[in-house]
DNA sequence: TTGAAAGCGTTACCAG
DNA sequence: CTGGTAACGCTTTCAA
């Protein structure tokens, strides 16, 4: 009990070489189902568990992926890690988790995990990427890296996301169609490509509507619900407040919902507010959260997929997946009110 | 560069044994500092990296710690994940993330791992052990396994948790504080112990502040949104509804929440309504949540503290640590409505 | 203080 | 098909 029986055991008892044991363990066609099978019983009977720490070395695998994001406890990740966790898992892979703080000095550890192996794979999800680093020298061929959700430009990696700019004129689209002409945005941090990506699909929709973005509306916040309490303050202290606003994410359009309230105006009956990302609290939010969903576990499983592709050298060049949004119409957007407007034209 | 340099060849530049470069590299006193500079200098310039499996297995550890959830989709383990990894990662070891489903089938497994040695230790927040298996063998010494956020009972294990059963109290307490007399529990499953700590909780206080619980007053969601919706509605329904509502953590606030609205009642001035958990968007809520916050990122880190302890043997005996909760008071709850009443006394 | 050498438990090559 | 054996890259006795 206290010692772990190994391969060599079992071939001393099944009186058979250890590897032969090796192949009959592995289901090697290179032995007899005779044989196999003696060396199974013996396995069975002495309570054989294989060391995967010995079979790594020697395989020079690590059957572990690493799944780095910025920030822990953002819930956004939550569902990308289950539909990743489901295929690494199908696959035998385990996940390493990695979490960098926005430290490039942290992210650049978890490159040099790669690079020394102690993970065949990453996925990558913090729109950054340490410069210069080996693993992504070009001479070694295509890095075992999938970027996903955040894109990182002319990097030559993998990458799973959603298309930020049509989804963001969706949202716009869907505010215009109901009569709304003053619309704000409120931006993510914009040294992001993802925040501009989204601004710039707001720009391109309001240019497509007709609709004239004074210089006031787009304030940027950083994702946080105390920023979009404090961008929607500003642009209702303004002259020209919005009939509808459209956040970069759910957690500022709960923020600019909350600070309506307190100035007492209705959603979405005096102001219409939209979001992105659908999170699990927004459809039960009050009210209910209109909102851009991405297929979360999708795109999780897509990049964890993508990754083994790339490990298993089954695709060397690195391609591009995007995954379909789809708007969530809940009830925090309706009609833009219809008050006679005393702005001078 | 595209061999990778190992200690053999740090040998030969520094001329020095194998042995010595391991002792140098790994600051072992055994060796002088004129040799240790010497080796130094040599693996820089080769730009040695050490491989981390090889040693662990010579070393015969992981360096990795498992942290198993039921349900890797729950935003409440994040900020845990977070504490976990940061005093993890102070002490060398790398997470692997864990996840049940539920199911008892993926947990052995990852007992098994444990068995196996794929990781040194384990954070367990399933609440329940797969029956019998070896590693729980009270023959093989204290497992390295600190059970966190939900109790498992008798199971000789070391635990970080918080007192349950008197933070439940302690909302009670505040309901009735503000006068409610009619104060109903939506419970959670009551197959666990987590959800019958609770109710006990609300019982005892109930019982102390000389308040009834009527038969229906007690209604088992599953801590879902739809489920606490589902469960104020039969409350709602019934003949006698509450005037407050201490639902057994905050998504199922948030669907009772909701409900009442439908339902055209309004929070807190006809229902009050308290949760817990304090999950991030409890605050920004509307009406922003009172609940029963429980020191997140503090219990992962005591946690894996531990772990650490009992991993390194300086501690053999299973502790329980409890954690201190705090009622956070918000906005869903307020006085009682006094309005008389007029049923049957 | 250093070196030689024996593992850690597998897998995979090469003969037979 | 099977067996012997050399790796995988490191740490750690044991001697010197």
Redesign the pocket.
Known sequence: MSE?T???DIARVA????????????DS????D???EKVRAAANRLN????V???N????KSMAVLLVVRNMSNPFYLEIFKGVEAVARAAGYVLLMGNTEDDPAREAEYFDMLRDGQADGMILMTGTLPEGHAVLDPASGAPPIVVALEAVDDCGLAHVQIDNCAAAKQAVRHLASLGHRKIAHICGPLPEILSRLRRDGYRKAMAKAGLEIPRNYEPAGDYSIQSGRACCAALFDADNPPTALFAANDEMAFGAIGELRRRGLRVPEDVSVIGFDDLFVSESYSPPLTTISQPRVDIGRTAMTMLLDIIGARQSVPRTIEMQTELIVRQSTGKAPNKLEISAQ
Do not use: D
């Open positions: 772990r190994k391969i060599k009186g058979v070489s250890t590897a032969t044991v090796s192949r009959a363990l592995s066609a290179l032995v007899t005779a044989t196999r054989y568990r294989l060391n720490r010995a079979r070395l020697r395989i020079q």
